[in-house]
């Protein structure tokens, strides 16, 4: 089976080599690119399946070399995700405006990036195994003016919600739950992944609410989410 190409830009080595640690399966074949201009070669010459860019390199930057990909005719069916350093609404903008498929900011959190890996490739992904928790859940997108929920299952990549206050998919949250364990507080930053829509049903044998994906989360809380779980001897929710 001929591997899936990604194409990976970025002229830090640093992110060049923490994005590759994103990927360890068989099919995919890793192309990396330092320079805009290196990257339209390679893109010509290689047509991977998927492209991260970064905005901001020398000789070429991001948003010009995804506005050269999208302008050809051959090559603008290519997903291009563009990669910003934070949260510019100028950046943002440069992107959106040279017909980018997406945008990740850093620093970029494992599993969103590969949410959207998946999104693009659609490749089945290892999950994160959920277990059945039920939580008193603080989100909204201002954290002065949280809502409260209940969780239906929890797991290190994110928590279900039982609640008929349906945001649309993709907003961004700050979410805030406690772990009764030890009391112990887990707070990042999320965003709504998906919904099980009193209209449409996605998943049966949930009641109507949200899938919050966990985005930032510090390895301590991601640690503790783990040890609460073996602790708690939870059950898998199927």
């Not at 739950?177 to 990042?188: G, W």
């Amino acid at each position: 089976m001929n591997k899936l190409k990604i194409l990976l830009v970025d002229d830090v080595q640093f992110f060049l080599e923490q994005e590759k640690t994103f990927f360890d399966r068989d099919e995919f074949e890793m192309l990396l690119a330092r320079t805009g201009n290196e990257a339209l070669t390679i893109v010509k010459d290689e047509r991977p399946d998927l492209v991260f860019m970064d905005l901001y390199m020398p000789d070429m930057d991001g948003d010009k070399c995804c506005h050269a990909i999208k302008s050809d005719e051959e090559l603008r069916k290519t997903p291009v995700i563009m990669v910003t350093r934070g949260v510019d609404e100028d950046d943002f903008e440069r992107c959106w405006q040279a017909g980018c498929d997406d945008i990740i900011v850093k620093p970029i959190n494992r599993h969103y990036f590969l949410a959207v890996t998946n999104k693009f490739l659609k490749m089945q992904q290892r999950k994160a195994p959920r277990f059945v928790a039920r939580l008193r859940v603080q989100y909204g997108r201002d954290q002065e003016t949280l809502l409260t929920d209940y969780s239906i299952n929890l797991s290190t990549g994110g928590v279900f919600i039982e609640t008929s206050n349906l945001l649309p998919v993709d907003t961004p949250l700050t979410i805030r739950f406690i772990l009764p364990e030890n009391e112990t507080s887990v707070r990042c930053e999320g965003r709504v992944a998906w919904l099980n829509h009193p209209e449409l049903i996605r998943n049966p044998n949930l009641p109507v609410g949200m899938g919050l994906q966990f985005i930032n989360i510090s390895l301590d809380d991601m640690n503790v989410i783990r040890q609460f779980m073996k602790n708690e001897g939870l059950l898998p929710f199927w």
